[in-house]
T-cell receptor
Framework: AQKVTQAQTEISVVEKEDVTLDCVYE???????LFWYKQPPSGELVFLIR??????QNEISGRYSWNFQKSTSSFNFTITASQVVDSAVYFC?????????????FGQGTRLTINP | DAMVIQNPRYQVTQFGKPVTLSCSQT?????MYWYQQKSSQAPKLLFH???????NEADTPDNFQSRRPNTSFCFLDIRSPGLGDAAMYLC?????????????FGQGTRLTVV
């Protein structure tokens, strides 16, 4: 069965610190996609990144970077120079094929609080 | 501009009284999903529509139903809400069936059952 584990339930740091959110997944599929979503207090899930199982290149987007390591089944997310606006719940998710459409299996989420 | 719109944002209903949550989209996506997210938990897929085809998750209770009268709208009906159904309900849409598909989420409806 597909499973996503985010071991860190809550993280609290001071603004400008770097912070890494961990994500470990389990799947028997050879082709799969991993996602990160951000859920601010307003409630919607905001798409951050998608990574396919064949692409292990790290990705950087501004202050955000992602480290995908297939050997350890991990897809970690780092925020550099964190800001108060980064405070949110972050979900890692694994995509599997449902009946005719995608199904996202989410981790439990990490609540990130950035303190001024 | 919001692309997936859920109404209302907050809904209070009485125990056992049917309630309907609505979702509309301006993306013309062919797939619409309903997720349930209980407090401090991950979103859990209830069901989805691929065009007009309804696909129920195996563990979704019969108490939950859905309707999709057209491409733009999808409704979640809870026939007899119990206290355990209090949660955030998230609607999402996507285009296509690929495993890489990006889902677009609405802001959710927070349901309280009293």
């Amino acid at each position: 069965a597909q499973k996503v584990t985010q071991a860190q339930t809550e993280i609290s740091v001071v603004e400008k610190e770097d912070v890494t959110l961990d994500c470990v997944y389990e799947t028997r599929d050879t082709t799969y996609y991993l996602f990160w979503y951000k859920q601010p207090p307003s409630g919607e899930l905001v798409f951050l990144i998608r990574r396919n199982s064949f692409d292990e290149q790290n990705e950087i987007s501004g202050r955000y970077s992602w480290n995908f390591q297939k050997s350890t089944s991990s897809f970690n997310f780092t925020i550099t120079a964190s800001q108060v606006v980064d405070s949110a719940v972050y979900f890692c998710a694994l995509s599997e094929m449902g009946r005719g459409a995608q199904k996202l299996v989410f981790g439990q989420g990490t609540r990130l609080t950035i303190n001024p | 501009d919001a692309m997936v719109i859920q109404n209302p944002r907050y809904q209070v209903t009485q125990f056992g009284k049917p309630v309907t949550l609505s979702c509309s989209q301006t993306l013309n996506h062919n797939v619409m999903y309903w997720y349930q997210q209980k407090s401090s938990q991950a979103p859990k897929l209830l069901f989805h529509y691929y065009d007009k085809d309804f696909n129920n998750e195996a563990d979704t209770p019969d108490n939950f139903q859905s309707r999709r009268p057209n491409t733009s709208f999808c409704f979640l009906d809870i026939r007899s809400p119990g206290l355990g159904d209090a949660a955030m309900y998230l609607c999402a849409t996507s285009y296509g069936t690929g495993v890489d598909t990006e889902a677009f989420f609405g802001q959710g409806t927070r349901l309280t059952v009293v």
